[in-house]
T-cell receptor, first 114, second 114 residues
């Protein structure tokens, strides 16, 4: 198993550009989520999904869209990037939604918005 | 809503010394508690978790944590630190009802001197 994979690893954008951060897992996990990590702020939940076709907002959803058309993939879209979205983004998955299973994290995407 | 506080931003210890990282939580009922470790440039990895039962929990890499309800704490300990333990450590709490989505603390950076 590859576990949770994220692409790209690094990305530089200009203000106003759009892009999609990819996240995939091959463990047939039901629950997937996106976090952003900023210095001194820990991890903050952006969006999450409890299964294919179901998504919901987390703590800091503004400026981000998600979709979950398959169990495996959970892309995060920035429609119009802003410097405030400069951060490290982590995707995570766990076997069952509504359970206390361990979350498995991807290696992260470091995004800089100029 | 639940919350978690890690009062120490940085902790510096000498290799071979003991370690204690502090974590305090806020939640009205019995919380579910986690410690994750993040090595440089990596995603997060679960060290240990507490759901119920014995309040002293053993984890991977020689770590343990003790749940103290009276102090609303879940401190992480290790009797002898190795240089490879240098990393960022995150405490997380999940509510005992609902979606169990964890809330992460801001993290404590562990620096290990030779």
């Amino acid at each position: 198993n590859a576990g949770v994979t994220q692409t790209p690893k690094f990305q530089v954008l200009k203000t106003g550009q759009s892009m999609t951060l990819q996240c995939a897992q091959d463990m047939n996990h039901e629950y997937m989520s996106w976090y952003r990590q900023d210095p001194g702020m820990g991890l903050r939940l952006i969006h999450y999904s409890v299964g294919a076709g179901i998504t919901d907002q987390g703590e800091v959803p503004n400026g981000y869209n998600v979709s979950r058309s398959t169990t495996e993939d959970f892309p995060l879209r920035l429609l119009s990037a802003a410097p405030s979205q400069t951060s490290v983004y982590f995707c995570a998955s766990s076997p069952l939604a509504g359970s206390l299973d361990e979350q498995f994290f991807g290696p992260g995407t470091r995004l800089t918005v100029l | 809503a639940q919350s978690v506080t890690q009062p120490d931003i940085h902790i510096t210890v000498s290799e071979g010394a003991s370690l204690e990282l502090r974590c305090n939580y806020s939640y009205g009922a019995t919380p579910y508690l986690f410690w994750y470790v993040q090595s440089p440039g990596q995603g997060l990895q679960l060290l240990l978790k507490y759901f119920s039962g014995d309040t002293l929990v053993q984890g991977i890499k020689g770590f343990e944590a003790e749940f103290k309800r009276s102090q609303s704490s879940f401190n992480l300990r290790k009797p002898s630190v190795h240089w490879s333990d240098a990393a960022e450590y995150f405490c997380a709490v999940a509510a005992s009802g609902g979606s169990y989505i964890p809330t992460f603390g801001r993290g404590t950076s562990l620096i290990v001197h030779p």
